[in-house]
T-cell receptor, first 114, second 111 residues
Framework: DTGVSQNPRHKITKRGQNVTFRCDPI?????LYWYRQTLGQGPEFLTY????????KSRLLSDRFSAERPKGSFSTLEIQRTEQGDSAMYLC????????????FGNGTRLTVT | GQQVMQIPQYQHVQEGEDFTTYCNSS?????IQWYKQRPGGHPVFLIQ?????EVKKQKRLTFQFGEAKKNSSLHITATQTTDVGTYFC???????????FGQGTTLQVKP
């Protein structure tokens, strides 16, 4: 078990471009979460999956953001028409589907929109 | 909506001094989790508190859950440089496993 893996580690893109990030969770975990973190803030919830089903999306998540987990294993997070305000660290986490099971975070993808 | 507030936002201490961070919620929490994020790293789970008035210890770290389950604290005795990082509390009251994180307290330790 190598933990939660995220790719790429860094992404620099120009405003208006689309970007896609990938997350490979711990294989035994059936819950997968996406969070966003900006400097000096705690992780902010974006969305979560139980197996392949996306069960909750934050109201903060605009329609430019979409996430998938097609086979209940890895997940992708796509941001269309990026804006400078999208610059942040995007963290993926996974857990067992037991109430209050701790989250295991990946190292994140740092997005910079120029 | 759900919110957990943490204070202080920053704390600078001399190595060997104690440190405490506080977490407060306006609503009753079913459980609270604590995470540590080292500079440049990702949040790492430390502990979970579930019961009213619960106290748990991990070496020099002491975690408490308030009697009313609306507040929690993390106390570090005799800080070391390895304690540097940001400590987050997180509300795990939802039944989805989703956590609502506080803003964190960043600890700097001067050797």
């Amino acid at each position: 078990d190598t933990g939660v893996s995220q790719n790429p580690r860094h992404k620099i893109t120009k405003r208006g471009q689309n970007v896609t990030f990938r997350c490979d969770p711990i294989s035994e975990h059936n819950r997968l979460y996406w969070y966003r973190q900006t400097l000096g803030q705690g992780p902010e919830f974006l969305t979560y999956f139980q197996n392949e089903a996306q069960l909750e999306k934050s109201r903060l998540l605009s329609d430019r953001f979409s996430a998938e987990r097609p086979k209940g294993s890895f997940s992708t997070l796509e941001i269309q028409r990026t804006e400078q305000g999208d610059s942040a660290m995007y963290l993926c986490a996974s857990s067992f589907s037991i109430q209050s099971s701790p989250l295991h975070f990946g190292n994140g993808t740092r997005l910079t929109v120029t | 909506g759900q919110q957990v507030m943490q204070i202080p936002q920053y704390q600078h201490v001399q190595e060997g001094e104690d440190f405490t961070t506080y977490c407060n919620s306006s609503t009753t929490l079913s459980n609270i989790q604590w995470y540590k994020q080292r500079p440049g790293g990702h949040p790492v789970f430390l502990i979970q508190l579930v019961k009213s008035g619960e106290v748990k210890k991990q070496k020099r770290l002491t975690f408490q859950f308030g009697e009313a389950k609306k507040n929690s604290s993390l106390h570090i005795t005799a800080t070391q440089t390895t304690d540097v990082g940001t400590y987050f509390c997180a509300d795990g009251s939802g039944n989805t496993g989703k956590l609502i994180f506080g803003q964190g307290t960043t600890l700097q330790v001067k050797p």
